[in-house]
């Protein structure tokens, strides 16, 4: 059963929770870490549920944003790294956001098991 939404408020649903954790990530760091594993603990709550399409989304964003940071760390060398972690912290914020602004209506995520934004 879906509940309604609040008219005059934040929806502070679990989708929102991982979503700001991923955020949180950018200042605290560990956050990101503690999101993935609630979106995996999550997932299977639910099947079929609107919110199984943002915790594929959100999973995925975190392992395609880790292995581009590693990978942008190790280019760093070279100096092309911090070019790719900037391209990846911006893509990491926009998925973030845009499943946040999803989970507020409860929509689901359109394509979750996309790597584009």
């Known amino acids: 059963m879906n509940q309604p939404v609040p008219s005059n408020g934040f929806d502070l649903n ?12 950018f200042v605290v760091g560990i956050t990101g870490i503690v999101g993935v ?9 639910r099947p079929g549920d609107w919110t199984e399409s ?6 995925n964003t975190f392992w395609i944003g880790l292995a581009g940071g590693i ?3 190790i280019l760093t060398i070279v100096l092309i790294g911090f070019l790719l972690l900037g391209a990846v912290a911006i893509w990491v914020i926009v998925r973030s956001v845009k499943s946040l602004l999803a989970a507020q209506q409860r929509a689901p995520m359109p394509d979750p098991g996309s790597w584009t934004v």
Do not use: K, M, Q
């Open 71 to 73: 990978v942008g760390g």
């Open 54 to 59: 943002h915790y594929t989304y959100l999973i």
């Open 14 to 25: 679990r989708p929102t929770i991982v979503a700001l954790l991923y955020l949180a990530s």
């Open 37 to 45: 594993v609630l979106a995996f603990i999550w997932r299977g709550e």
